[in-house]
């Protein structure tokens, strides 16, 4: 048995600096940092560093069901909910306030920073399978697909006309 202290991590700018530059040399201009030990854990808690213009592949989890949530510990986020056939029904711009979202199993969304980059804490059930994690959206590009940065461009779009009204789309 290890002793209650070892596995006790903090989370403090050094740590989170770190993970910026790592996003920087990214391709995917993204990282995460695991804070649970396995794969197998339950539940999963890390942090998702972001830099602005990566793309998420749309995608939901389904198979086996996973509820998702999200703490914006920097920056600012957009958050998109969509509907089956890929119509944009929910926007969230989560940073000062809110500064959380939380999805239930099965809605299918994405994500992607406003600001230069966003930082934030991300729980769901464990255990981690690539092949089951996600079910991705049959509507939307896949992640490297040329078709990915115009199709980022056009959620963008829905973020900036909303700035000035509200920032919730029913």
Known sequence: MSKPDSAVQTLNRALLDNLIEGAKRSPRLRINHNFHASLEDNPHRFLNVMLKGTYVAPHRHLDPPKAESFLVLEGEVAFFIFDDSGNVVRTEVVGCDPIGIDFPAGVWHTLTPLSEHAVCFEVKPGPYSAATDKDFAPWAPREGD?????????LLAIVGSAKGAARTRP
């Open 146 to 154: 040329p078709a990915a940065a115009a199709y980022l461009e056009s």
